[in-house]
């Protein structure tokens, strides 16, 4: 079946512009996650949701960072103002339940040049 | 805070066994994973351990101690694919916010 899918793959950004990074989660799955990894760093905990509602969104460094995931399916990584510190890969995962191993996303490579 | 250590490198044989520790202090426990990253993609799901002891799954072993806060994982019969990164992760609270640690890179020589 299909896994979690991020687009675009690649973004490349002026600093100053607003993103926003796009997740496909595993039909079905209720619990999505967002995090940013840096090069030789684990994944960082960004925001998770349980549904359509952000369960816990202690992990967004500052309010230029916001998500959305309106239906339940679908999230959205919105990013403004972007600065050149926020380029990473950003990985997105979903899980059946609030539990067990996570279902992880090929990432979107963030750019700010 | 929250702090999870394990060895940056390892270097292991191809066909020998590799143990690669983690040691946790965190604010909350639920559960800790091992995950596999190979260079480039994204992490993929190994282990969960929630209560103590071992959990074997075919050439991978993982083994909790809720009261030492240390885990390993244990990889059997290693092959060249083998090499990547492993993640030591454990959810802090109910929700399974979770906090990775940074991984080590293992090298499996011929």
């Known amino acids: 079946g299909a896994g979690v899918s991020q687009t675009p793959s690649n973004k490349v950004t002026e600093k100053g512009k607003y993103v926003e990074l796009r997740c496909d989660p595993i039909?079905?799955?209720?619990?999505l996650y967002w995090y940013r990894q840096s090069l030789g760093q684990g994944p960082e905990f960004l925001i998770y949701f349980q549904g359509t509602g952000a369960a816990d969104d202690s992990g967004l460094p500052n309010d230029r960072f916001f998500a959305v995931r309106p239906e339940g399916s679908v999230s959205t990584l919105k990013i403004q103002r972007t600065e050149r510190g926020d380029s990473a890969v950003y990985l997105c995962?979903?899980?059946?339940?609030?539990?067990?191993?996570?279902?992880f996303g090929p990432g979107t490579r963030l750019t700010v040049l | 805070g929250q702090n999870i250590d394990q060895p940056t490198e390892m270097t292991a044989t191809e066909g020998a066994i590799v143990q690669i520790n983690c040691t946790y202090q965190?604010?909350?426990?639920?559960?800790l994973f091992w995950y596999q990253q190979h260079a480039g993609e994204a992490p993929t799901f190994l282990s969960y351990n929630v209560l103590d002891g071992l959990e074997e799954k075919g050439r991978f072993s993982s083994f909790l101690s809720r009261s030492k806060g240390y885990s390993y994982l244990l990889l059997k019969e290693l092959q060249m694919k083998d090499s990547a990164s492993y993640l030591c992760?454990?959810?802090?609270?109910?929700?399974?916010?979770?906090?990775f640690g940074a991984g080590t890179r293992l090298f499996v020589k011929a």
């Open positions: 992760a454990v959810a802090i609270t109910g929700g399974f916010k979770t906090i």
């Open positions: 995962a979903s899980s059946p339940t609030s539990g067990g191993g996570q279902f």
């Open positions: 965190t604010s909350g426990f639920n559960g």
């Open positions: 039909s079905g799955h209720t619990a």
